[in-house]
């Protein structure tokens, strides 16, 4: 039995810990599949307003890139996006063209994670995302995946120019902006760290950083703060309890994709996972190094960051020698537990409330956990 596989073995009674590829479990299902039916529909009539697009061969590749990028995928910021705006609105105030902002908004917010992830895969080599493969890994794309990208990324902002005016449509716009610069930010540590192979910078305040930068804020405070706008309470203090309280939780949720990264079965993961041998700053390579002997790190550093299965191999076995799974979970709990003490610490007319917060973190809190949640084992 492999290393990898006696680990995960060691896992048994967190079953399931792996991330499902779709999920439903933030909006009911009627709302979710409401939302699912209009993204065809919004891509349609984003297309057809475009007069650059108007050639069939363009428009036919952005509505691709777009399928490609959301369908049988895991939603999951598009679902914050539209929960936390019906909360801070309330559902009944949710109707005609707010209604269509919403779910214009909550497909943007997507959008911009499917760019993200094929700018990643293109960087870090991905051979699978969800089970599929990787976008620029298709055979008629290849060298073309970078201009894909960029035009996907452009076709966001029009969708933007095109639902909505303002005030909202420049706060909107200035917020997407800091969301790809801030990740820009965490692509370029990421790639620095691992390129340098100094061993000596594999820290956790870095590594937090790059968690932040490269994931963190896209997943969890991104789609909060596009709702804050939407409904027009957008403001310093709410950004301030924002970033108080979801900031761990997107580290978070980065932790967990370098846990799903090395579990790199693809038929459970639905990813390949290559951040051992590319030599990258996770929070598993952070966790051992802080806690191996002289022996230990000397065999880390002989072995990290190279394709060799071998070399894989041993730290895999590292890995699993140091106990990583189980301070994981234990982590994890702790995680938890201090972000219900910090809403439970917020004033009752904080904005927004912590009411709002709970049940943010009840209903995200499994999408970023491996195995059950410590929501779920208590109850």
């Known amino acids: ?9 060691c896992s048994r009674s967190y079953t399931n810990w792996y991330p499902s590829p779709v999920s439903s479990e933030i909006l009911s299902r009627n709302d979710y599949e409401k939302f699912q039916k209009s993204i065809p529909i919004m891509i349609e009539e984003g297309v057809q307003a475009i007069n650059v697009l108007k050639p069939a061969e363009l428009s036919t590749r952005i509505k691709r890139i777009t399928e ?33 902002q919403q779910y214009i908004l909550a497909l943007c917010v997507q959008m911009v994670m499917a760019y993200i992830i094929i700018m990643d895969d293109i960087e870090d080599g991905t051979k699978t995302r969800n089970r599929e493969t990787c976008w ?13 990208a960029s035009m996907f990324r452009s076709f966001i902002h029009e969708m933007l120019k095109q639902g909505f005016q303002g005030s909202t449509y420049v706060n909107i716009l200035n917020l997407f902006n800091e969301a790809f610069l801030t990740c820009n930010v965490g692509q370029y540590f990421d790639a620095v760290t691992a390129k340098n192979r100094n061993y000596d ?48 939780i997107g580290i978070w949720s980065q932790i967990n994709n370098d846990l799903t990264d090395f579990f790199d079965d693809d038929k459970r993961t639905g990813k390949t996972g290559s951040d051992i041998q590319a030599g990258k700053c996770t929070w598993l390579a952070v966790t ?13 550093e002989a072995c990290y960051g190279s394709w060799e299965p071998e070399n894989v191999s041993r730290i895999r076995k590292l890995y699993e020698d140091l106990n ?24 009752t007319n904080a904005l927004p409330s912590p009411d709002f917060f709970q049940i943010i973190l009840d209903k995200y809190y499994p999408t970023v956990s491996c195995g059950e949640s410590y929501n779920t084992k208590t109850k």
């Open 288 to 300: 051992a190094l802080q806690r191996c002997n002289k022996t230990q790190r000397k065999e880390f």
């Open 136 to 148: 620029h890994l298709l055979p008629d794309v290849g060298s073309l995946a970078m201009n894909d």
């Open 201 to 248: 910078d594999f820290t956790m305040d870095r590594y937090k950083m790059i968690a932040h930068h490269k994931y963190g804020y896209f997943s969890t405070k991104f789609p909060v703060l596009s709702a804050l706008i939407l409904c027009n309470k957008f403001n310093k203090d709410s950004q301030r309890n924002i970033s108080n309280i979801l900031t761990d």
């Open 324 to 347: 990583i799974l189980n301070i994981y979970f234990r982590e994890e709990r702790a995680t938890y537990e201090a972000t219900v003490k910090k809403i439970q610490s917020l004033p």
């Open 1 to 9: 039995m492999t290393p990898s596989r006696r680990l995960l073995s």
């Open 68 to 100: 490609y990028s959301t369908k049988g995928r895991n939603l999951t910021q598009s679902e914050m996006t539209i929960l936390c705006h019906e909360i801070l609105r309330k559902p009944e105030e949710v109707k005609s063209e707010l209604q269509t």
